[in-house]
């Protein structure tokens, strides 16, 4: 250093050194720590992640070993793939006289990989990391975030686009699924096998879980989902109930008010207006005009032909 700098800037400048210095030592180490995880030396490993857990705590050395990890280079497709074209299930999830399906089958096999790889990768936390504990928490928050999030909200989407009562189904399903996955980590202990998990890794491991599902029942989102189901089965089940009352003319220009309840004092002007009526021209009454989606008359038990024969029908009255 010059002899003409101040003690002030003689300190700041070994300061500088000292940080460059750390930060070579802190690269290099983490690069001896890939080529140890490469070469599957777990006592090399255990070495460098010693050293490192000096920098910022082993921040850096799990952050390096949590995101190289090979499930997440390896399995990615499991997780971004679309889903695959399961007619059948899909029809038995929205069909309210069918048993209810189970966790939709790319999500339960991206489910038991995770199970497995956390199951068997507890084992070279345990032996690698002094600081295991910190180190299993990390890779479980990123292995529910990342990977089971991704997949989960890819089912609830598909299934929300089919009927409500399908995504209803379909939550419970995965719900059920993934808490049972839950408990059976926690039961088999991880890095503490035979033994139950620490407590800190438990409540990651339910706090995760409940994570996963928050947007789903987060304010009244599962209440409008379950009463907008319950109009749609109640729609459903009337429909029969309907089609036989519009046969009379009264009740075709009744027809917008019976698939709704009335609830202003419009509404019982218009169907006295209409009951004192006398026969006019109305359009015919079809279930697709009432409610769009397809899988009402199929729930209904009645055939599109017979629905697309009764809208003939009923033109032909009219002319």
Request: with cysteine; glycine share 2%; net charge negative.
């Given at each position: 250093m010059p002899d003409d700098m101040t003690d002030t800037q003689r300190q700041k400048r070994t300061n500088e050194l000292v940080e460059r210095f750390l930060e070579r030592l802190e690269k290099d180490l983490l690069e001896q720590f890939d080529e140890c995880k490469r070469q599957h030396n777990e006592h090399g490993m255990r070495e460098c992640a010693l050293a490192l857990y000096d920098f910022n705590d082993g921040a850096s050395v799990i952050g390096r070993f949590v995101n190289q990890h090979e499930f997440f280079l390896e399995h990615s497709h499991m997780v971004s793939e679309e889903l695959a074209a399961e007619t059948e299930v899909w029809e038995r999830a929205a069909d309210p006289d069918a048993e209810p399906p189970a966790v939709e089958s790319s999500l339960r096999s991206l489910i038991d990989e995770v199970k497995l790889v956390i199951e068997e990768e507890s084992f070279t936390i345990k032996h690698v990391f002094s600081f295991h504990e910190q180190v299993l928490v990390t890779f479980l928050q990123r292995i529910f975030q990342q990977s089971i999030q991704q997949r989960l909200e890819m089912v609830l989407e598909k299934a929300n686009s089919i009927s409500p009562l399908a995504y209803l189904r379909a939550l419970q399903a995965s719900r059920n699924y993934i808490g049972s996955v839950v408990d059976d980590l926690k039961a088999h202990g991880l890095t503490e096998h035979p033994d139950p998990v620490t407590p800190l890794v438990a409540s990651t491991l339910d706090q995760q879980l409940e994570d996963l599902f928050i947007p789903h029942f987060a304010g009244s989102t599962y209440v409008d989902m379950e009463k907008k189901s319950l109009e749609e089965l109640y729609a459903s089940l009337l429909y029969r109930f309907t089609v036989f009352h519009v046969s009379t003319v009264e009740s075709v220009s009744l027809s917008p008010f019976l698939i709704?309840?009335?609830?202003?004092?419009?509404?019982?002007?218009?169907?006295?207006?209409?009951?004192?009526?006398?026969?006019?021209?109305?359009?015919?009454?079809?279930?697709?005009?009432?409610?769009?989606?397809n899988q009402l008359y199929r729930a209904s038990g009645i055939p599109e032909d017979h629905v697309d024969a009764h809208c003939r029908r009923t033109r032909r009255q009219w002319r």
């Amino acid at each position: 250093m010059p002899d003409d700098m101040t003690d002030t800037q003689r300190q700041k400048r070994t300061n500088e050194l000292v940080e460059r210095f750390l930060e070579r030592l802190e690269k290099d180490l983490l690069e001896q720590f890939d080529e140890c995880k490469r070469q599957h030396n777990e006592h090399g490993m255990r070495e460098c992640a010693l050293a490192l857990y000096d920098f910022n705590d082993g921040a850096s050395v799990i952050g390096r070993f949590v995101n190289q990890h090979e499930f997440f280079l390896e399995h990615s497709h499991m997780v971004s793939e679309e889903l695959a074209a399961e007619t059948e299930v899909w029809e038995r999830a929205a069909d309210p006289d069918a048993e209810p399906p189970a966790v939709e089958s790319s999500l339960r096999s991206l489910i038991d990989e995770v199970k497995l790889v956390i199951e068997e990768e507890s084992f070279t936390i345990k032996h690698v990391f002094s600081f295991h504990e910190q180190v299993l928490v990390t890779f479980l928050q990123r292995i529910f975030q990342q990977s089971i999030q991704q997949r989960l909200e890819m089912v609830l989407e598909k299934a929300n686009s089919i009927s409500p009562l399908a995504y209803l189904r379909a939550l419970q399903a995965s719900r059920n699924y993934i808490g049972s996955v839950v408990d059976d980590l926690k039961a088999h202990g991880l890095t503490e096998h035979p033994d139950p998990v620490t407590p800190l890794v438990a409540s990651t491991l339910d706090q995760q879980l409940e994570d996963l599902f928050i947007p789903h029942f987060a304010g009244s989102t599962y209440v409008d989902m379950e009463k907008k189901s319950l109009e749609e089965l109640y729609a459903s089940l009337l429909y029969r109930f309907t089609v036989f009352h519009v046969s009379t003319v009264e009740s075709v220009s009744l027809s917008p008010f019976l698939i709704r309840p009335v609830t202003t004092e419009k509404d019982t002007h218009n169907i006295s207006r209409l009951s004192r009526s006398t026969r006019t021209r109305t359009s015919c009454f079809c279930p697709r005009h009432i409610h769009g989606p397809n899988q009402l008359y199929r729930a209904s038990g009645i055939p599109e032909d017979h629905v697309d024969a009764h809208c003939r029908r009923t033109r032909r009255q009219w002319r």
